[in-house]
């Protein structure tokens, strides 16, 4: 399945190149990820890091599920972005773009801790904590969440989660994203 995700992102990635008529050193300016990652995400023989995906939609001004559509569609709901990297991003509900929204449930492994580079300006995260206990960091700063616990914040800033815990952490980020 890797080769078909790979491939996927690729397939994407070089959509959206075409689609803002970008050339690839263009698209590495606006994403701030090399022109040889870039070059390898499109023929399919680079896998990114959740944290690279991010990049390469933030500059490309679209939402992540963009880049993961194709996948969303899977016979297998399960999303691993890098199996390495022990986090699971599993697309629940892609890119709205009649309410600017889009879900996803991610599980960290114990011990996991993922940042994220700032979003757009105006873009919104909500975090649901389904199970586990986790951190979340916002403002130079973690905050504890257990299952249940609810968070809404501004995602055009540095922030991210973590799971001390020895058990998985499972969350559910619906992000927002200002309407044009």
Not at 74 to 97: G, H, Q, R, W, Y
Not at 99 to 126: C, D, K, M, W
Request: charged share 20%.
């Amino acid at each position: 399945m890797k080769k078909n995700i790979n491939g996927s992102l690729g397939r994407r990635l070089k959509q959206a190149r075409a689609n803002k008529g970008w050339s690839l050193d263009r698209a590495s300016v606006e994403t701030g990820v090399s022109k040889a990652m870039l070059g390898q995400i499109e023929r399919g023989e680079s896998s990114p890091t959740i944290v690279r995906l991010w990049s390469i939609a933030n500059g490309f001004e679209l939402p992540l599920s963009y880049f993961l559509t194709d996948l969303a569609v899977a016979k297998t709901p399960d999303i691993m972005l890098n199996a390495e990297s022990d986090i699971e991003v599993v697309t629940l509900f892609p890119f709205d773009e009649d309410t600017g929204l889009e879900t996803f449930q991610i599980t960290l492994a114990p011990g996991r801790e993922y940042l994220s580079a700032p979003h757009n300006e105006g873009v919104i995260e909500h975090i649901i904590v389904v199970s586990g206990t986790m951190e979340y960091f916002l403002n130079r700063q973690w905050h504890i969440l257990v299952q249940g616990q609810v968070v809404k914040f501004g995602a055009d800033s540095q922030h991210g989660y973590r799971n001390l815990s020895d058990k998985p952490a499972m969350i559910h980020n619906i992000i927002c994203y200002k309407k044009r």
